[in-house]
């Protein structure tokens, strides 16, 4: 009986947001064979790249409570190692993206032991501003990274199909690595310092480490991103890194929900397929999730995805009890 | 060599003297009760033993180490234990993980963690709310709860800082048994606590400080009918 009591709680919900979240991304697996046009097939890759992202930031924010506002600029991190490489040293992506995980995890490295004692606003400003240095930087160097006219990155595929396989099949493996490291102790220590940074510590709690870990993993998965986009895109400019794309990241996150596994990946397809459709009424796209935004964290703080687990619970709670009533 | 040893520690804040050249030394296998008026400086010094706080001045050993600046994590790794007088909590975390956290940290297996949280659970009370997020649990429960993962590893020294505070009678006289039930196993304590009732009953030696000096320590009996303590209290009373 004790065996299966600890079973339940957090394991069990775990296990549901894992295969949840392996029918979102088996849903987008299917999806070509529904979409044949390039355009949207397009829009799904790009997606890809922003669940990545959300998943990356969520790791940080949601699971460890670092309200980091560089998720962008880790991204253009990425695009740009990889991008840099090639035109400089015709360097292959078998090169270029492992050294975008590299160099984005050990700037991530970095800057999370920068921060490390800052919290709310000042990690929230240190990061914002670690971010803004980091996009004028490339830039400006104009005789680097072209500036902002861009670079151009070779691609990697010959058909969209490849690159849309060769994105979701490394979303789900980020997606299990999270799993996989969220149920380890690990997960333990990110949340416990996201709820109490000082009762983990009196518990024994690396905090040190562990918070370096989540800046370190999280930087590493969005440089991967920002490398696979970059050479899907085959263009990487110093707007990837805009505060803009920032804020796109959040709003995942937020409605899909902080802290939960499905929650940011499914949102990341939802937010950008509206933002697309959007487009078309200008600059409009950005107010509309930033109200979602607020109205989620105001009213709906496990977004999309607690709304939809309590709607589960509810269905089941009822044929229960009904049968006690009977 | 004793377990723990504070040697003249002080510690100022502005101008105020929370500590003031504080000395006393706990055995191995000692339960002390420490006590003083409000703002006496208790809270201060198990914030120092802890790693929250370190001294202006003086040394703590324990097990004949020097402390002295260690992060808390790692005092508590070397089985330094504490609870908060403002109980602290995780409170977006099931119950059941509040502990895991602790047992994990400290080296358990997962398996061993979930064995001795469960056995804790069930020593306090705390089973039927093992899967509800800490944060729902009522301010009785939480201390039950922070009471219960000092103990996932047995520590070298459990520093409990009013842990009676906002308990019910029928849980206050659990958690005394379970502190009497591990002193009487070998376990070391330092119980800060207003209840003179349950520092009498649980506590063979008192130490009490005023104005952050220690003024009375020994057995807890010769402590409480010693007119220098009843003048603290009664001071304190009057101001
Ligand atoms: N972080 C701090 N900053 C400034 N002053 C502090 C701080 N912590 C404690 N003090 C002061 O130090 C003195 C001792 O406080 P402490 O909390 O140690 O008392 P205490 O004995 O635990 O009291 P109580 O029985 O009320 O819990 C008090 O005057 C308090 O105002
Ligand atoms: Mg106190």
Redesign the interface.
Known sequence: MKAEDVQGGTRARMRTELLVSLGILAAVALLPAIVANEYWRGVFIVSMYFAMLAAAWNLLAGYTGQLSLAPAAFGMIGGYVTGLLSYHYNAPPMVGIPAAIVVSGLIGFVLGRIVLRLRGPYLALTTLSFAEIVRLIISNSIEITRGDLGLNVPGIFDHRLAYYYAMLAVLLAVQLGLYFLLRTPAGLYLRAIRDDEIAAASRGVKIVLWKTNAFTLSAAISGLAGALYGHFAQFVSPELGLISQTGIIISMVVIGGLGTLPGPIGAAFLVYIASEFLRGFGGYQLIVFALLVIIFSRFFREGLWGLLRRAFERARARPATAQAAE | MPCLLIDRVSKSFGGIKALDRTSFTVDAGELVGLIGPNGSGKTTLINIL???LAADAGRVDLDGRPTGGL???TL??LGV??T?QLT???????T??NL???G???GLS?EAA?TR??ELLEDLAL?RL??LDAGHLSGGQLKLL?FG?CFMVPPRIALLDEPFAAVHPTMKEIMAGFIRRRHAAGQTFILVSHDMPVIVELCPRTICMNAGAVIADENTRAVLTDPVVIEAYLGEAAA
Do not use: K
């Not at chain 2, 602290?88 to 099931?94: A, E, G, L, T």
């Open positions: 802890s790693g929250y992060r808390p994590e508590a790794a234990q504490r908060f602290r909590s995780f409170p977006r975390m099931s059941l993980d895991l956290v602790a994990s940290a400290l997962q979930e949280a469960l089973v093992m899967h922070e993962a």
